[in-house]
């Protein structure tokens, strides 16, 4: 290795890397960038980690290149060019597991950690859920019943957003671990959520009891409202990155055409086969 480079990093107090070592590096940063991905951050954060993981231990060029589907890295090195393209398959929401990728970023920038400690706690992060399934699907449930009250919903209305909306939390989750794609897992929530909506208004209606179905599905769907995914191709069209900002709104537009798609076909198959028993 160049002495003056060595000793350039000596002085910092940042070890030389070797070529397996800054390979090493590269693949942290870039899962790093991963994560926040996968988990709903924007793109300029996944950015500034992947380029503040790699200069805390002396690379000076860095180019990182990030959109919502893939982060491509190039950086130099001891007179070398190292490259890397991470592909990003995988769009949920998880803002505690960017709030620990951000932590996790800071601590390996600032202390003596090694890269290989620092990916066994990223990958913890991976796999880490700050609450309970149960947990998750009882404020999912709880989340969509309260916009009921939006539009005028009374006490049944409440009570069916709820029950629709955990249902539809529990299988989304579940389609989303078994990696089912963006556009078929909200198909899906958006049958589920009718579906529910009208098995609850059904039952409601052969008890005697006045239920607004309308109400109870916009309740249930409004969890799977692509919000995060729309603010977040605001604010990247804004700070000048119009790819990922153009990404972003077609990621909303695929959400919302795929739930517009899985109400509407459950809404017309129940009325072809419940009839006058659709309230």
Do not use: W
């Not at 190292?82 to 949920?92: A, F, L, P, Q, V």
């Not at 739930?259 to 309230?279: D, E, F, K, Q």
């Amino acid at each position: 290795m160049n002495e003056s480079i060595y000793i350039y990093f000596h002085y910092r107090g940042v070890p030389a890397l070797d070529r397996y070592e800054i390979k090493e590096l590269v693949l942290f940063a870039a899962l790093a960038g991963r994560v926040l991905l996968e988990n709903g951050a924007e793109t300029y954060r996944a950015e500034s980690t992947v380029e503040h993981i790699l200069r805390s231990r002396g690379v000076g060029n860095v180019q990182a290149f990030v959109i919502p589907t893939a982060i491509f890295l190039s950086i130099e090195y001891n007179d070398e060019l190292y490259s890397h393209i991470e592909r990003n398959k995988r769009i949920g929401i998880d803002l505690m597991r960017v709030t620990r990728v951000n932590d996790l970023s800071r601590d390996f920038s600032s202390g003596s950690m090694s890269v290989q400690e620092a990916r066994l706690k990223l990958n913890d992060i991976k796999k880490s859920s700050q609450y309970s399934l149960l947990t998750q699907l009882l404020f999912a449930g709880v989340g969509g019943s309260f916009f009921t009250l939006m539009y005028n919903g009374g006490l049944l209305e409440f009570t069916g957003a709820l029950i629709a909306s955990a249902i539809t939390a529990a299988v989304t989750e579940f389609l989303f671990a078994h990696d089912v794609s963006l556009f078929m897992r909200n198909v899906a929530g958006g049958l589920i959520t009718a579906a529910a909506s009208i098995t609850f208004s059904v039952a409601c209606t052969l008890l005697g009891l006045q239920v607004d179905m309308n109400i109870i599905i916009i309740g249930g769907i409004m969890t799977m409202v692509p919000g995060v995914a729309i603010t977040n191709a605001v604010r990247d069209s804004i700070s000048g990155d119009y790819v990922s900002g153009m990404s972003r709104t077609s990621e909303a537009l695929v959400i919302s055409v795929a739930l517009v798609l899985g109400v509407g076909v459950t809404l017309n198959a129940a009325r072809i086969l419940l009839g006058g028993l659709m309230p």
